[in-house]
DNA sequence: GAGTTATCCTGAGGCTGCCTCAGCTTGATG
DNA sequence: CATCAAGCTGAGGCAGCCTCAGGATAACTC
């Protein structure tokens, strides 16, 4: 609606920096144990700051979580990049979805927010989503280009099937985690069968 | 750890069964706009009723969500009955899948309870899942004892991919919902390729 | 190193939702 | 119509969200 997505960057201050930080550290943590709904007042107390404080750095929840996991999402970008030289593209493909679903499972209810952020603009994860999406699409056109995958299959049914593998996994707290399977029957459903 | 879930079941006396009706009827609606965490509170007064009724009849929220969606689960289950008559096993498989992906993303947040509940019992909804299970299972051994389905696939992938497909259905809520075409290629992972 | 100011911090408080329980009401039964 | 188990009520304690008025302080200037 207002068009104008929290991008909630490094203060200037001193003090400020240090607190950015300190929330972000004690952010990551609890969300990687309780999950992307991890009480605020608990990290900006295990921060050792303020309620009011976590707000003026991150006023949405989202925005915190789109700083917690901006460095993995640039990650897998530059990842996408490289493997880009590799001399099979659906090798490079098939690496890159592997690395993409281990990193939106990273805490349970991260796929939920980075699936909403990737076709809804306004969200703060949306750029970072955005530049995902073209690299993943790039492999998937290589991919394809090569005749190694289906040529209908589009960008956004390759994320629904990533996504879709890393919910799974996410599901699987404790035991059994079914994505690395999953993955491979999506992706036999996926290539060109030439024999 | 108790052992005991709850299953909620219709009470005896004349206002305790108008109350729980009406509940379960303000809870279905609610559950279909804002999704599996509701307010309780709101539901209680759409029905009503006071919120300690509510909570005398459903303990917990997953009692109440069982109950919402009990009668989707059974027919699940009568629907796989009348499917294995088919002539076709794969077929019926595929025709259930599709049945059952519906049925899972009736409302936002169902299909995370139902996974859950498959294999942690003590859930409400644990006793419904694993009868539903054995009807998948069943449907997935006729279809690979005829060779149209790979025979290394157990239950538990074909649940993944089938809840993976809910989800992402479940996700789409406006516009795009993917899960046909997940499903689709799901089932070309699957099926084993004679010619 | 004193003064100025924009930046930053604090935490009480209002709000919503969860859930419990002591006390009251009422349908069913003889 | 008397009894009482089954059922109902809603205040209240608790947790988490988020805001905002008032206070503190880094950074910059002279």
Redesign the interface.
Known sequence: MDGKPYIAQRPKRADGRRNYDAILTAARKAFETSGADASLEDIASQAGVAIGTLYRHFPTRASLVEAATRDGLENLVAHAERLAARPDPLDALTEWMRAAVVHFSTFRGLV?IL??SM?DEGTPSHAMCAAMHRSGADLLRAAQAAGRVRPD?TP??LF??L???A??RE?AAS??D?SP??L???????TT?ER
Chains 1, 2 share one sequence.
Do not use: K, M, N, T
């Open positions: 939920g699936a909403r076709y299959l956004e049914e629904d099937l996504s879709g593998a919910w799974v599901q035991g059994r079914g399977r999953f491979q029957l999506a992706l036999e459903g996926i069968r």
